[in-house]
Antibody
Framework: EVQLLESGGGLVQPGGSPRLSCAAS????????MSWVRQAPGKGLEWVSA????????YYADSVKGRFTISRDNSKNTLFLQMNSLRAEDSAVYYC??????????????WGQGTLVTVSS | DIVMTQSPDSLAVSLGERATINCKSS????????????LGWYQQKPGQPPKLLIY???TRESGVPDRFSGSGSGTDFTLTISSLQAEDVAVYYC?????????FGQGTRLDIK
């Protein structure tokens, strides 16, 4: 059974730098690209970032480019999102999502339960 | 960026009746090299993550009831629930994975009439 478990969210001050983690199990982690998708309270879904199975290729939404860094540790089946220079508009539930293939030119077939990041002083 | 526009924003359908949600992309999401539409549909219930229902515009994900179907090609797509059940109350999103940045529709809220 595929499982994705995010952690690392919480209350963060503006300008803060939390790191989100997503522990994956139930599938050959390194064979699949992964993404982060966020959802502000009461709002829709926004794709944030993606990474290839090997970790060699990374992609970002313009809204986070230069501030967020996606990475993965295939030896530990874990996906990360390093978030820097946080703003109030970054407040959201952050979901880890498995892409349906070696790239994210596939639908997101499994999602974690999400971790809430609240940016506030 | 490809803009995904869903219609309607919300709808209410009687139990057992058909529900139809539309999604229009600002450019074609049909990839010529594989002849597939890079379009997915998700269901999100309150307090839960999205769940994949349909991929490649019309392929039902394993375990999804067959009352859910997807159709369309190019820029115009439809999610149909043939006979609405109480457990189908949710927000539905379309998603293009044709080009970066991947984008979602704004969501359609489905309720029981």
């Amino acid at each position: 059974e595929v499982q994705l478990l995010e952690s690392g969210g919480g209350l963060v001050q503006p300008g803060g730098s939390p790191r989100l983690s997503c522990a994956a199990s139930g599938f050959p982690f390194s064979n699949y690209a992964m993404s982060w998708v966020r959802q502000a309270p009461g709002k829709g879904l926004e794709w944030v970032s993606a990474i290839s199975g090997s970790g060699d290729s990374t992609y970002y939404a313009d809204s986070v480019k230069g501030r967020f860094t996606i990475s993965r540790d295939n030896s530990k089946n874990t996906l990360f999102l390093q978030m820097n220079s946080l703003r109030a508009e970054d407040s959201a539930v952050y979901y880890c999502a498995k892409c349906g293939g070696g790239s994210c030119y596939h639908a997101f077939d499994y999602w974690g339960q999400g971790t809430l990041v609240t940016v506030s002083s | 960026d490809i803009v995904m526009t869903q219609s309607p924003d919300s709808l209410a359908v009687s139990l057992g009746e058909r529900a139809t949600i539309n999604c229009k992309s600002s450019q074609s999401v049909l990839y010529s090299s594989n002849n597939k539409n890079h379009l997915g549909w998700y269901q999100q219930k309150p307090g839960q993550p999205p769940k994949l229902l349909i991929y490649w515009a019309s392929t039902r994900e394993s375990g999804v009831p067959d009352r859910f179907s997807g159709s369309g090609s190019g820029t115009d797509f439809t999610l149909t629930i043939s006979s609405l059940q109480a457990e189908d109350v949710a927000v539905y999103y379309c998603h293009q994975y044709y080009s970066l940045p991947y984008t979602f529709g704004q969501g359609t809220r489905l309720d029981i009439k």
